[in-house]
């Protein structure tokens, strides 16, 4: 795989792809960065930008995770001590999960979201930016929560944020595009360049394929999961043996084969019973999911193979999660 394929794999979108290209030529050093509101404890969500961060290492970027309890506190999640507090227990999870610690800064938004030069910016970009456009940016994000003025100066400071912590490339989930399109048209106003950015897809609802997988509402997997949860989780999951279901409907059991665990995994292998025809061994995604929809591997067996290599994945953070917590 070449740096740009790596760079860009499982990406729902790429902005622009030639100043992306222009990143793949010359990407040591290059930095990349994506922000968190702590919460204490990753999920899949969390970890899909993640995969795309350690591709990112691979590539030879230098990663930045901003961990933003700044934004936090905008959004009510606590005082800055009690943010403070969950923020370290994702940093741990993070490397525990496989971003390389050396090659990993971990950045809070207040040491630097509260200095003067940093504020004037954001007075300036207040000045520039329409109370509609800000609007825009943070729907996709607060969702069907009531407006505040702190929902409206949220996206103003995650422009900001890709100009003071240096970056050259911003990541986001596809919730994000709004802000990182924000931050394209308003970054020049304060003279300041604008930066390529990728956004990887957003998993649909575990139980039924509708929307997104969601911490708050639904079903989702996390590291506090125990084996036996998430094995539950993964078997009472929609699964039809198909890619593309009929309507808005996604697979979310393929979804999470092809964003957490083939980036993950060189090979991988479905056990079966000699009389159901012997183990299934897989070395790229469209090969199982081309089996799903012949039937030469059923449902039952792709979602038992999920949730044992999902279990793999999480089992490290899991594991500091109770170390943390003990």
């Known amino acids: 795989m070449d740096t740009y394929d790596l760079i860009t ?10 100043e992306v290209r222009k990143l793949a030529g010359d990407p040591d050093g290059k930095r990349v960065y994506v ?24 590539a030879g970027m230098e990663v930045v995770v901003l961990l933003a309890d700044v934004h936090a506190y905008l959004n009510g999640k606590g005082t800055f001590e009690e943010i403070r507090e969950t923020a370290e227990q994702m940093k741990a999870q ?7 610690e050396e090659n990993t800064e971990f950045v809070y938004g207040s040491e630097f979201q509260l200095d ?6 954001l007075h300036q970009l207040e000045l520039a930016t329409t109370l509609n456009r800000a609007q825009r940016a943070m729907a996709d994000i607060a969702g069907s929560e009531t407006a505040t003025v702190s929902h409206v100066v949220y996206p103003l ?56 997988m969601s911490s ?22 929609f699964c039809p043996p198909t890619r593309d279901p009929e309507g808005d409907l996604e697979n979310p059991v ?19 019973p000699e009389q159901y025809g012997g183990d299934l061994t897989y070395g790229e995604y469209e090969s199982l999911a081309a089996d799903l929809e012949s039937g030469e591997l059923h449902p039952a067996d792709a979602k038992g193979t999920l949730a044992t290599y999902l279990d793999e994945l999480i089992a490290p953070g899991r594991e500091k999660l109770r170390e943390i917590r003990d």
Not at 225 to 237: G, H, I, R, Y
């Open 9 to 18: 794999r499982n990406a729902e979108e790429v902005v622009t792809e030639e």
């Open 35 to 58: 922000g968190y509101e702590p919460s204490g404890v990753l999920h899949l969500g969390h970890l899909l930008t993640a995969n795309k961060l350690i591709d990112l290492q691979e």
């Open 94 to 100: 993070f490397i525990a999960y496989g971003l390389e």
């Open 116 to 121: 003067e030069e940093y504020t004037l910016d």
């Open 157 to 212: 400071m995650q422009t900001l944020d890709i100009e003071y912590l240096d970056l050259d490339l911003a990541v986001g989930g596809l919730d994000q595009r709004k802000v990182h399109m924000l931050a394209r048209e308003e970054l020049p106003e304060l003279d300041y360049d604008v930066r390529p950015a990728l956004h990887t897809p957003i998993v649909a609802d575990l139980t039924s394929g509708e929307g997104k």
């Open 216 to 237: 708050s509402e639904g079903v989702t997997i996390s590291m506090e999961d125990a084996t036996e949860d998430l094995e539950e989780k993964v078997n009472s999951a």
């Open 254 to 272: 393929l979804e999470l084969f092809e964003y957490h665990v083939f980036p993950r995994f060189d090979e991988i292998v479905v056990e079966r």
